[in-house]
Structures are given as structure tokens and as C-alpha cells.
């Protein structure tokens, strides 16, 4: 089964890809006149999203598409996810990570309570207008989670999707930065990462970037019978 992903351009030349439906319901306002991100299928979104003038690239178990007058990133969308979206993880995995992206976003930001970092608890971050931190647009992106420690001290969240540890790293670097630059007003601003799995790789490159901390999750399902069922 081939899967659909939205590939967003970035400013540091890099790619953001998403499950096409999910892109879509965080942005009702590119939904194809007639179509539902919910109900509708992915092919007729797909066509819908065409009509509107958005580039489709094709490989064997992928449909990237493209926002009109994004046709050049296809040089780039190969040079990062390759002709069949290889990576150091499988397709189906990368799928499941991308699917399970907003659930896990909005999982962290419902139960601060019991995600301390450094010992201390977080809370949502809310700004003067009331915008909360999910998805926290700044100048240079959005940022997936942005809280504030018992302190009052910034922390981003970076939920590492199927990307390098370099880009992972620098994204959050930037974020920090901005948010230092902006709104700390001289408070201390850590960052964490969460990931599926902590690679080597990005082990070593958080070692010499400060006040980054790197978290895994993991995901159980039970299934177990109500107790009127148990004989």
C-alpha cells in the first residue's frame, strides 16, 4: 500500500514530510472544495490537491506532493529521502513514526506532569494572546512543543521524525536560538528531542551541544478481556 506525505520546503534547505491527511486536518484551509481529510481517500485528495495546482512525486511505495511552486524540491526530496524514501529506518516504520507524530505531540503536551526534565516539571507555554505551545510559530518555523519549567524557563520540544541527527540538531539549535532571542529575555532555554529510538549518531552530537536532552518512547497495546468475560 503506498503511502501519501505532504513535503513542506524548510529555510535552511532542508524538508518537512507529513502524513497527507494529517497535513491536512492541521490545515483546513488547503482542503480540496467537497473533500474530508477523514472520509475522503487518499486518492481523491490526492486528485483534489492536483486540481489546485500541487505537484505529485511518485515512486514505488510513496506519493510525495507538493504545494504549487514547489517543483524544484524534487531534487532535494532525492537527495534526502532517496527514490523509495530509504533511510537508516524501514518504510514501514518511517509510516508508523509519521502516523503516530500528532498522537505523541499532543500525548507530551497533555501529560507534563509526568514528563520531568532535569527534575523539573513543565507546563504548556501560553503567550500574551493566548496561543498555546503546539505547534508555537516562531520566525524561523514552527516549533513542536514549546514549555516553561516550575522556573519559568523555556524548554522546545523536537519530536525527531525521519531525518538526519545533523538536521535534527540544528532545527532545535535554531529554535533555541530564537526563543533566546525573543521571548526568554535572559531565562535559561534547554531543548529536548524525542525519538523512537536515540541513534548513535545523535548520541554523539548531543554530547557537545548543551543543555539538550534526548528521550525515547515507546508504545504498548494490551488487550485483555472486561471481567465479566473472565471464567
Given at each position: 500500500m503506498k503511502r501519501f506525505n505532504v513535503v513542506i520546503p524548510r529555510e535552511d534547505g532542508g524538508i518537512e514530510v507529513y502524513p497527507m491527511k494529517e497535513w491536512l486536518r492541521q490545515h483546513p484551509d488547503s482542503?480540496?472544495?467537497?473533500?474530508?481529510?477523514t472520509f475522503s481517500t487518499s486518492h481523491q485528495l490526492r486528485n483534489g490537491l492536483r486540481t489546485l495546482g500541487w505537484s505529485v512525486q511518485e515512486t514505488a511505495t510513496e506519493e510525495r506532493l507538493m504545494k504549487p511552486g514547489s517543483s524544484q524540491l524534487e531534487a532535494t526530496i532525492e537527495a534526502v529521502l532517496g527514490e523509495e524514501g530509504e533511510g537508516n529506518d524501514s518504510a514501514e516504520e518511517n509510516a508508523a513514526a509519521f502516523e503516530l507524530e500528532y498522537q505523541l505531540r499532543d500525548f507530551i503536551a497533555q501529560n507534563f506532569s509526568a514528563i520531568p526534565v532535569e527534575g523539573k516539571r513543565?507546563?504548556?507555554?501560553?503567550?500574551?494572546?493566548?496561543?498555546?505551545?503546539?505547534?508555537?510559530?516562531t520566525a524561523v518555523g514552527p516549533i513542536d512543543i514549546l514549555a516553561v519549567d516550575?522556573?519559568?524557563q523555556f524548554v522546545v520540544f523536537e519530536l525527531k521524525r525521519a531525518r538526519s541527527p545533523d538536521h535534527t540538531i540544528g532545527q532545535l539549535a535554531r529554535y533555541m536560538g530564537w526563543i533566546s532571542e525573543t521571548i526568554a529575555r535572559g531565562k535559561k532555554v534547554r531543548g529536548v528531542i524525542v525519538a523512537k529510538s536515540i541513534s548513535k549518531?545523535?548520541?554523539?552530537?548531543?554530547?557537545?551541544v548543551p543543555n539538550v536532552s534526548l528521550f525515547e518512547y515507546k508504545i504498548k497495546f494490551e488487550l485483555n478481556k472486561p471481567a465479566s468475560s473472565q471464567p
Amino acid at each position: 500500500m503506498k503511502r501519501f506525505n505532504v513535503v513542506i520546503p524548510r529555510e535552511d534547505g532542508g524538508i518537512e514530510v507529513y502524513p497527507m491527511k494529517e497535513w491536512l486536518r492541521q490545515h483546513p484551509d488547503s482542503i480540496p472544495a467537497g473533500l474530508d481529510p477523514t472520509f475522503s481517500t487518499s486518492h481523491q485528495l490526492r486528485n483534489g490537491l492536483r486540481t489546485l495546482g500541487w505537484s505529485v512525486q511518485e515512486t514505488a511505495t510513496e506519493e510525495r506532493l507538493m504545494k504549487p511552486g514547489s517543483s524544484q524540491l524534487e531534487a532535494t526530496i532525492e537527495a534526502v529521502l532517496g527514490e523509495e524514501g530509504e533511510g537508516n529506518d524501514s518504510a514501514e516504520e518511517n509510516a508508523a513514526a509519521f502516523e503516530l507524530e500528532y498522537q505523541l505531540r499532543d500525548f507530551i503536551a497533555q501529560n507534563f506532569s509526568a514528563i520531568p526534565v532535569e527534575g523539573k516539571r513543565l507546563r504548556l507555554y501560553v503567550d500574551s494572546t493566548g496561543r498555546d505551545g503546539v505547534e508555537y510559530p516562531t520566525a524561523v518555523g514552527p516549533i513542536d512543543i514549546l514549555a516553561v519549567d516550575e522556573e519559568e524557563q523555556f524548554v522546545v520540544f523536537e519530536l525527531k521524525r525521519a531525518r538526519s541527527p545533523d538536521h535534527t540538531i540544528g532545527q532545535l539549535a535554531r529554535y533555541m536560538g530564537w526563543i533566546s532571542e525573543t521571548i526568554a529575555r535572559g531565562k535559561k532555554v534547554r531543548g529536548v528531542i524525542v525519538a523512537k529510538s536515540i541513534s548513535k549518531n545523535l548520541h554523539y552530537s548531543v554530547m557537545v551541544v548543551p543543555n539538550v536532552s534526548l528521550f525515547e518512547y515507546k508504545i504498548k497495546f494490551e488487550l485483555n478481556k472486561p471481567a465479566s468475560s473472565q471464567p
